[in-house]
C-alpha cells in the first residue's frame, strides 16, 4: 500500500544477511540510529538497532511488493479492522524471513543474547481479543500466500488497558505502548486524509437537475495521518501493509490564544481533536464514551476509504471496474460506516449517480459477522448519528427504503419481517441496526464456525437469509502455525520436523502424519519431554513474576482457561468445580485425586461489572487455596495479570488440558481452543463454536465433550430452565455455591459476591451454569482417569495436534479468495 516507490535492485540473501553484516548494521544502527557507544548502550538500544537491522531487510521485499502490485494492477483485498493483536513482532519477522539463526549468532558476537533482547520486544496495544488476534493470523496467512492486499486499523495510543491486579481487584491502568517508540512503522505524513463531523446537509442541483448534496458547517474535524507496518510472508518474496490511522488536529496551534496569554486553550484544540485515536474501545457506558467510539469508527473507515479510492484511481480513470479490482472485507460490524461513506465519496466526491454507487458498493463489501448474542449486535442511536454524521445518516435512510421497497414487493404484507430487516430499530429507542445495514450492503455474509453459521441462519437472521438465498457462507476461522506452534513452541516444532518433516509450517494438513506416531511408545515419550520442558519453563515464569512469585508443580495436570472474562464464557463454572476439588482434598486428604493446577488469565471490560466480579471470586478462591497447607501441594490456582499474545505464548505450549466451556450456540468460534490443541492440549468443552469441528477432527474419543447443546438451551429455555431446581439437587454443587455466598473466600466482605449468585438464583442463570455442572463435574473425573495413563494420554495428546490441520489460517484465507473476493495470489 506504499505506492509511490522507486525501483530497486536488491542485493542476494547470502550479501545482506551474513552473521558478519548483520552484526556490522547492527553496530551502524546503535552508533548513527541511536547515537550510542557499546559503552553507553541499554539493552533497550540494542533492541531498537536490531529491529532497524531487520526492518531494513524488510523494506527491501516491501518496495518491491508494493511495485508488483502497481505495475500488475492485480485485485487486492483490504482487511478492515478495529482490531490487530499482532504480538511481538521481533521474533515473528525473523521466523518468517529465515535468518534468526543468523541474527542469534551475530548478537552473541556482540556479547548479548537474543532472549535478552526479546524481552524488550514491543507488543503493539491494537487489540482485545480473538477479534484482533484473528485479524493478524489473516495478515500473516494472506502474505505467505502471496495474496494481493493491505490491512488498515487505528493506531491506538494506548490500546484497550495494561490490568493489574491489586487486592484481587482489576484495576485499569494506561498501556502506553508506544512510550518507547515502535521502530517496526513508518510513518507517513504525506497520507493525510481530512475527516469531517457535525454539520448539517445541504441539497441542490446541478444544470442536469441532477441533485447534489453538501456537507456544509463541519467541525471539530481532524486529519488521518498514515502509519505503515510491514507483514511478511513466510519464506518468500511477499511483504504486505499494515496501514494504521493517527488522528491529527487541522490546527496545531492557536497562536492567537497563545499570544493573549491563554496558553492553555492555545493547544487545547489540538489536544481535544487527537483523543479519537488515543484508545481503544472506549468506555460507552455513557454517552460521551459512545460519541467517542462512533468517531473512531467512522475516521477510521473514511480514511481507509479515501486511501483506496486515492490508490485506485492512480490506474483508472473510471469506476467501472472498482469492484474488479477491490475487495473490502468488514471485521465485524465496527467498520461498517464504510458502506454508506463509500455511497457518499462516489456521490458527492466523484459524482456518480446513487444506482451506480450502489452497485459498486454492494459488489465490494463482504461481512464477517462475530456474535450470535443479540446484546452484542452493534447499533447507533439515530439522534447520536444525526448529530455526528448527518450526511451518513441520509445514506442510510436511503439504503434502507429502498431495501424494503423490494421485500415489500417480493413479500406484501409481511409487516413482520419487514420489522425484522429493516436497518432502522424504532423501539425502543430509534436506532440504527448495524449488522443489518453490513447485511444488505455486502454481496456475502460469513459465520466464522460451522455451528456459528448455521445459527446465524435459523435463529439471529432467518428473514434476511430467505431474502438473499446462497449469501450467508461458512469460513472457520483459523490460525497461523508459524507464530502458534514454530515460533512459541520451538522444541515441538523441532520434533515435528525430525519426525514428519517441515513442510506442515505451510500446510497444516501435513500434522495428519503423526497419527502414524501416535501409539509409538519412544515417540510418546519424546512428545512427553517437550511438553514437560513447555510446562517448567511455564513454572520458572510463574516463580519469577513480580506480580505473581509463586511455585508451582509441573507434575501437576495443568488446567487452561485463558481467555476474555466473561458470563457467557464460564469462568464461573470453572471455578466451581475448583471449589468441588477444593472440598475433596479437605475432606479426604490421602484420596487419589490427581493434583491441579489451574491457570486463569483473561481481560474483562472495564464496564463490565459482573466480569470484574468473577475476576475477584478467581483471585479471592486463590488466596483461600494456595495458602491452606493441607491442599497446596495437590490444588494450586494462578491468575495471571495482563493477558497478552505474548504470554498466551508462553501459556499455551505448557497446557494438558483446554478448557472451552462456553455455553452451546455462545461462541462463534474461538482460537484458543485451536492453539491450544495443536500444542497437544486435550479439550474439554462444549459442542459450541469451533469445538464441534475440532471433535470432527480429532476424535470423538479424543476430546472431553460435555453439556447442552445449542438445540437442548434453547429447547430447556423455551420449556422453562428452572436453575433452583438443579441447586437443590446436587450435594456439591450446593455447597460451592453456598461459601461463595456465605463469604467463605471474602470473609472481610461476605455479601461482595451476591450479584453472582443472584445471577445464578434469582435471575435464571442466562448462561445455564447450574444446568452444565453435573455433566462438567463427571467429564472431569473422566479427564483425571485418563491423565494418571500417560501413554493413553499422550497418545490422544498426539491425535489432537494430529487433526488441526483445518485450522489453519492459510485454509480459511483461502476459501475467502474462492468463496468471496475473487482474489488470486499474485507470482512474481
Given at each position: 500500500?506504499?505506492?509511490?516507490?522507486?525501483?530497486?535492485?536488491?542485493?542476494?540473501?547470502?550479501?545482506?544477511?551474513?552473521?558478519?553484516?548483520?552484526?556490522?548494521?547492527?553496530?551502524?544502527?546503535?552508533?548513527?540510529?541511536?547515537?550510542?557507544?557499546?559503552?553507553?548502550?541499554?539493552?533497550?538500544?540494542?533492541?531498537?538497532?536490531?529491529?532497524?537491522?531487520?526492518?531494513?531487510?524488510?523494506?527491501?521485499?516491501?518496495?518491491?511488493?508494493?511495485?508488483?502490485?502497481?505495475?500488475?494492477?492485480?485485485?487486492?483485498?483490504?482487511?478492515?479492522?478495529?482490531?490487530?493483536?499482532?504480538?511481538?513482532?521481533?521474533?515473528?519477522?525473523?521466523?518468517?524471513?529465515?535468518?534468526?539463526?543468523?541474527?542469534?549468532?551475530?548478537?552473541?558476537?556482540?556479547?548479548?543474547?537474543?532472549?535478552?533482547?526479546?524481552?524488550?520486544?514491543?507488543?503493539?496495544?491494537?487489540?482485545?481479543?480473538?477479534?484482533?488476534?484473528?485479524?493478524?493470523?489473516?495478515?500473516?496467512?494472506?502474505?505467505?500466500?502471496?495474496?494481493?492486499?493491505?490491512?488498515?486499523?487505528?493506531?491506538?495510543?494506548?490500546?484497550?488497558?495494561?490490568?493489574?491486579?491489586?487486592?484481587?481487584?482489576?484495576?485499569?491502568?494506561?498501556?502506553?505502548?508506544?512510550?518507547?517508540?515502535?521502530?517496526?512503522?513508518?510513518?507517513?505524513?504525506?497520507?493525510?486524509?481530512?475527516?469531517?463531523?457535525?454539520?448539517?446537509?445541504?441539497?441542490?442541483?446541478?444544470?442536469?437537475?441532477?441533485?447534489?448534496?453538501?456537507?456544509?458547517?463541519?467541525?471539530?474535524?481532524?486529519?488521518?495521518?498514515?502509519?505503515?507496518?510491514?507483514?511478511?510472508?513466510?519464506?518468500?518474496?511477499?511483504?504486505?501493509?499494515?496501514?494504521?490511522?493517527?488522528?491529527?488536529?487541522?490546527?496545531?496551534?492557536?497562536?492567537?490564544?497563545?499570544?493573549?496569554?491563554?496558553?492553555?486553550?492555545?493547544?487545547?484544540?489540538?489536544?481535544?481533536?487527537?483523543?479519537?485515536?488515543?484508545?481503544?474501545?472506549?468506555?460507552?457506558?455513557?454517552?460521551?464514551?459512545?460519541?467517542?467510539?462512533?468517531?473512531?469508527?467512522?475516521?477510521?473507515?473514511?480514511?481507509?476509504?479515501?486511501?483506496?479510492?486515492?490508490?485506485?484511481?492512480?490506474?483508472?480513470?473510471?469506476?467501472?471496474?472498482?469492484?474488479?479490482?477491490?475487495?473490502?472485507?468488514?471485521?465485524d460490524t465496527h467498520p461498517a460506516l464504510a458502506i454508506p461513506e463509500l455511497i457518499r465519496l462516489l456521490m458527492d466526491r466523484e459524482h456518480r449517480p446513487w444506482d451506480e454507487a450502489w452497485e459498486i458498493t454492494i459488489k465490494t463489501f463482504a461481512y464477517t459477522n462475530?456474535?450470535?448474542?443479540?446484546?452484542?449486535?452493534?447499533?447507533?442511536?439515530?439522534?447520536?448519528?444525526?448529530?455526528?454524521?448527518?450526511?451518513?445518516?441520509?445514506?442510510?435512510?436511503?439504503?434502507?427504503?429502498?431495501?424494503?421497497?423490494?421485500?415489500?414487493?417480493?413479500?406484501?404484507?409481511?409487516?413482520?419481517?419487514?420489522?425484522?430487516?429493516?436497518?432502522?430499530?424504532?423501539?425502543?429507542?430509534?436506532?440504527?441496526?448495524?449488522?443489518?445495514?453490513?447485511?444488505?450492503?455486502?454481496?456475502?455474509?460469513?459465520g466464522v464456525a460451522a455451528l456459528h453459521s448455521d445459527i446465524l441462519k435459523s435463529r439471529v437472521f432467518p428473514e434476511f437469509n430467505k431474502l438473499f438465498p446462497g449469501r450467508f457462507i461458512n469460513v472457520t476461522n483459523g490460525i497461523t502455525q508459524r507464530l502458534w506452534?514454530?515460533?512459541?513452541?520451538?522444541?515441538?516444532?523441532?520434533?515435528?520436523?525430525?519426525?514428519?518433516?517441515?513442510?506442515?509450517?505451510?500446510?497444516?494438513?501435513?500434522?495428519?502424519?503423526?497419527?502414524?506416531?501416535?501409539?509409538?511408545?519412544?515417540?510418546?515419550?519424546?512428545?512427553?519431554?517437550?511438553?514437560?520442558?513447555?510446562?517448567?519453563?511455564?513454572?520458572?515464569?510463574?516463580?519469577?513474576?513480580?506480580?505473581?512469585?509463586?511455585?508451582?508443580?509441573?507434575?501437576?495436570?495443568?488446567?487452561?482457561?485463558?481467555?476474555?472474562?466473561?458470563?457467557?464464557?464460564?469462568?464461573?463454572?470453572?471455578?466451581?468445580?475448583?471449589?468441588?476439588?477444593?472440598?475433596?482434598?479437605?475432606?479426604?486428604?490421602?484420596?487419589?485425586?490427581?493434583?491441579?493446577?489451574?491457570?486463569?488469565?483473561?481481560?474483562?471490560?472495564?464496564?463490565?461489572?459482573?466480569?470484574?466480579?468473577?475476576?475477584?471470586?478467581?483471585?479471592?478462591?486463590?488466596?483461600?487455596?494456595?495458602?491452606?497447607?493441607?491442599?497446596?501441594?495437590?490444588?494450586?490456582?494462578?491468575?495471571?495479570?495482563?493477558?497478552?499474545?505474548?504470554?498466551?505464548?508462553?501459556?499455551?505450549?505448557?497446557?494438558?488440558?483446554?478448557?472451552?466451556?462456553?455455553?452451546?450456540?455462545?461462541?462463534?468460534?474461538?482460537?484458543?481452543?485451536?492453539?491450544?490443541?495443536?500444542?497437544?492440549?486435550?479439550?474439554?468443552?462444549?459442542?459450541?463454536?469451533?469445538?464441534?469441528?475440532?471433535?470432527?477432527?480429532?476424535?470423538?474419543?479424543?476430546?472431553?465433550?460435555?453439556?447442552?447443546?445449542?438445540?437442548?438451551?434453547?429447547?430447556?429455555?423455551?420449556?422453562?430452565?428452572?436453575?433452583?431446581?438443579?441447586?437443590?439437587?446436587?450435594?456439591?454443587?450446593?455447597?460451592?455455591?453456598?461459601?461463595?455466598?456465605?463469604?467463605?473466600?471474602?470473609?472481610?466482605?461476605?455479601?461482595?459476591?451476591?450479584?453472582?449468585?443472584?445471577?445464578?438464583?434469582?435471575?435464571?442463570?442466562?448462561?445455564?451454569?447450574?444446568?452444565?455442572?453435573?455433566?462438567?463435574?463427571?467429564?472431569?473425573?473422566?479427564?483425571?482417569?485418563?491423565?494418571?495413563?500417560?501413554?493413553?494420554?499422550?497418545?490422544?495428546?498426539?491425535?489432537?495436534?494430529?487433526?488441526?490441520?483445518?485450522?489453519?489460517?492459510?485454509?480459511?484465507?483461502?476459501?475467502?479468495?474462492?468463496?468471496?473476493?475473487?482474489?488470486?495470489?499474485?507470482?512474481?
Open positions: 500500500m506504499n505506492d509511490s516507490v522507486p525501483d530497486t535492485k536488491s542485493s542476494s540473501p547470502s550479501e545482506t544477511n551474513g552473521v558478519d553484516v548483520i552484526r556490522d548494521s547492527i553496530s551502524q544502527h546503535l552508533k548513527y540510529s541511536q547515537a550510542k557507544s557499546p559503552r553507553t548502550a541499554t539493552i533497550m538500544d540494542y533492541y531498537n538497532s536490531i529491529a532497524l537491522t531487520v526492518r531494513d531487510r524488510l523494506v527491501e521485499k516491501w518496495i518491491e511488493t508494493q511495485n508488483r502490485y502497481f505495475t500488475k494492477d492485480p485485485k487486492r483485498i483490504y482487511y478492515l479492522s478495529m482490531e490487530y493483536l499482532v504480538g511481538r513482532a521481533l521474533s515473528n519477522y525473523l521466523v518468517n524471513l529465515d535468518f534468526k539463526k543468523e541474527v542469534c549468532r551475530a548478537i552473541e558476537k556482540l556479547g548479548l543474547e537474543l532472549e535478552e533482547i526479546e524481552q524488550s520486544d514491543i507488543e503493539a496495544g491494537l487489540g482485545n481479543g480473538g477479534l484482533g488476534r484473528l485479524a493478524a493470523c489473516y495478515m500473516d496467512s494472506l502474505a505467505t500466500l502471496g495474496i494481493p492486499a493491505g490491512g488498515y486499523g487505528m493506531r491506538y495510543e494506548y490500546g484497550i488497558f495494561y490490568q493489574k491486579i491489586i487486592d484481587g481487584f482489576q484495576v485499569e491502568t494506561a498501556d502506553n505502548w508506544l512510550r518507547k517508540g515502535y521502530p517496526w512503522e513508518l510513518p507517513r505524513p504525506d497520507y493525510l486524509y481530512p475527516i469531517r463531523f457535525y454539520g448539517h446537509v445541504q441539497h441542490t442541483s446541478n444544470k442536469e437537475g441532477r441533485g447534489i448534496c453538501h456537507w456544509v458547517d463541519s467541525h471539530d474535524d481532524v486529519m488521518a495521518m498514515a502509519y505503515d507496518i510491514p507483514i511478511p510472508g513466510y519464506h518468500n518474496q511477499t511483504v504486505n501493509n499494515l496501514r494504521l490511522w493517527s488522528a491529527r488536529s487541522t490546527r496545531e496551534f492557536d497562536l492567537g490564544s497563545f499570544n493573549e496569554g491563554d496558553y492553555v486553550q492555545a493547544v487545547t484544540h489540538k489536544h481535544e481533536s487527537e483523543t479519537l485515536s488515543k484508545v481503544l474501545y472506549p468506555n460507552d457506558s455513557n454517552m460521551q464514551g459512545k460519541e467517542l467510539r462512533l468517531k473512531q469508527e467512522y475516521f477510521f473507515v473514511s480514511a481507509s476509504l479515501q486511501d483506496i479510492l486515492r490508490r485506485y484511481k492512480r490506474n483508472h480513470s473510471t469506476f467501472e471496474q472498482f469492484p474488479q479490482k477491490v475487495a473490502i472485507q468488514l471485521n462475530h456474535t450470535v448474542l443479540p446484546e452484542a449486535l452493534e447499533k447507533w442511536s439515530v439522534d447520536l448519528l444525526q448529530r455526528v454524521l448527518p450526511r451518513h445518516l441520509e445514506i442510510i435512510y436511503h439504503i434502507n427504503q429502498d431495501f424494503l421497497n423490494r421485500v415489500q414487493v417480493s413479500h406484501p404484507g409481511n409487516n413482520a419481517m419487514l420489522e425484522k430487516v429493516s436497518i432502522v430499530e424504532e423501539k425502543p429507542v430509534k436506532s440504527i441496526r448495524m449488522s443489518n445495514l453490513a447485511i444488505v450492503g455486502s454481496h456475502s455474509v460469513n506452534l514454530k515460533s512459541c513452541n520451538p522444541a515441538l516444532a523441532d520434533l515435528l520436523n525430525d519426525t514428519i518433516g517441515d513442510k506442515w509450517v505451510t500446510d497444516l494438513s501435513q500434522m495428519k502424519k503423526l497419527r502414524n506416531f501416535a501409539e509409538d511408545e519412544n515417540f510418546q515419550k519424546r512428545w512427553r519431554d517437550v511438553k514437560m520442558l513447555n510446562k517448567i519453563r511455564l513454572a520458572k515464569y510463574i516463580r519469577e513474576d513480580k506480580a505473581l512469585r509463586m511455585e508451582i508443580n509441573p507434575n501437576h495436570l495443568l488446567d487452561i482457561q485463558v481467555k476474555r472474562i466473561h458470563e457467557y464464557k464460564r469462568q464461573l463454572l470453572c471455578l466451581l468445580h475448583v471449589i468441588v476439588l477444593y472440598n475433596r482434598f479437605k475432606e479426604n486428604p490421602n484420596c487419589d485425586h490427581v493434583p491441579r493446577t489451574v491457570l486463569f488469565a483473561g481481560k474483562a471490560a472495564p464496564g463490565y461489572h459482573m466480569a470484574k466480579l468473577i475476576i475477584k471470586l478467581i483471585t479471592s478462591v486463590a488466596k483461600r487455596v494456595n495458602q491452606d497447607g493441607q491442599t497446596a501441594d495437590k490444588l494450586r490456582i494462578v491468575f495471571i495479570p495482563n493477558y497478552s499474545v505474548n504470554k498466551a505464548e508462553g501459556i499455551i505450549p505448557g497446557a494438558d488440558l483446554s478448557e472451552q466451556i462456553s455455553t452451546a450456540g455462545m461462541e462463534a468460534s474461538g482460537t484458543g481452543n485451536m492453539k491450544l490443541a495443536l500444542n497437544g492440549a486435550l479439550t474439554i468443552g462444549t459442542l459450541d463454536g469451533a469445538n464441534v469441528e475440532i471433535k470432527n477432527e480429532v476424535g470423538e474419543d479424543n476430546i472431553f465433550i460435555f453439556g447442552l447443546t445449542a438445540e437442548q438451551v434453547d429447547e430447556l429455555k423455551t420449556r422453562g430452565y428452572n436453575p433452583q431446581g438443579y441447586y437443590e439437587q446436587n450435594g456439591e454443587l450446593k455447597r460451592a455455591v453456598g461459601m461463595i455466598r456465605d463469604g467463605y473466600f471474602s470473609p472481610d466482605h461476605p455479601h461482595l459476591f451476591q450479584p453472582l449468585i443472584d445471577s445464578l438464583l434469582v435471575q435464571g442463570d442466562r448462561f445455564m451454569v447450574l444446568a452444565d455442572f453435573a455433566s462438567y463435574i463427571k467429564t472431569q473425573k473422566e479427564v483425571e482417569a485418563l491423565f494418571l495413563q500417560p501413554n493413553e494420554w499422550t497418545r490422544k495428546s498426539i491425535l489432537n495436534a494430529a487433526g488441526m490441520g483445518l485450522f489453519s489460517s492459510d485454509r480459511a484465507i483461502r476459501q475467502y479468495c474462492e468463496k468471496i473476493w475473487n482474489v488470486h495470489p499474485l507470482p512474481k
